[in-house]
């Protein structure tokens, strides 16, 4: 480790490899609410953050489990949760008063047509604005899961067409 009187230490979650700082402040310069879009091995989660000088604030959230207590008796982490996540969240936000948000995926590898862009095409379905190119989302055939099983497809119909009528 390099020392001297010049030497200044970075930022703790950026030694950690958590934050990048100079995403994290575009995103914030958008003076916009962000869709933070995390994901883990079992679950997807969604927020909607305000930025404040005291903390940012959520104004709204989703989370893969609570397609649990809706009837989805599958996984949390395929693209159909994902994606039923996203509907899930853009419709609670719709809900809280928010229109439009831009999309952020931390530090998390961007795949064209994975989980991060079924989240946010679950988003842009329920009614959410969010910039976005028609390219990195994922076909439809997979959004319902026609590459998993037959049973997860007449599910995912059905799961979503009661979150239609929420």
């Known amino acids: 480790m390099a020392t001297g009187p010049r030497y200044k230490v970075p930022f703790r979650r950026r030694r950690e490899g958590r934050t990048d700082y100079y995403i994290r402040q575009k995103l914030l310069r958008s003076n916009g609410v962000r869709a933070v879009v995390r994901r883990s091995l079992k679950h997807t989660t969604v927020q909607f953050v305000a930025f404040e000088m005291e903390g940012d604030a959520i104004l709204a959230s989703a989370h893969s ?14 693209l159909p949760a994902a994606y039923l996540t996203g509907y899930l969240a853009g419709k609670k936000a ?15 590898k961007p795949v064209k047509g994975g989980a991060l862009f079924a989240v946010l095409a679950g988003m842009v379905d329920a009614g959410l604005e969010v910039p976005h190119g028609d390219t990195v989302l994922p076909d439809e055939e997979r959004i ?15 799961l979503k067409e009661k979150l239609e009528a929420e």
Not at 94 to 108: C, F, N, P, S, T
């Open 144 to 158: 319902r899961g026609t590459h998993i099983a037959e049973a997860l497809q007449a599910d995912f119909d059905s």
């Open 94 to 108: 719709l809900k809280a008063g928010m229109e439009q948000a831009v999309l952020d995926i931390g530090r998390q």
């Open 65 to 78: 489990q609570e397609l649990r207590a809706l009837g989805w008796q599958h996984s949390c982490s395929n």
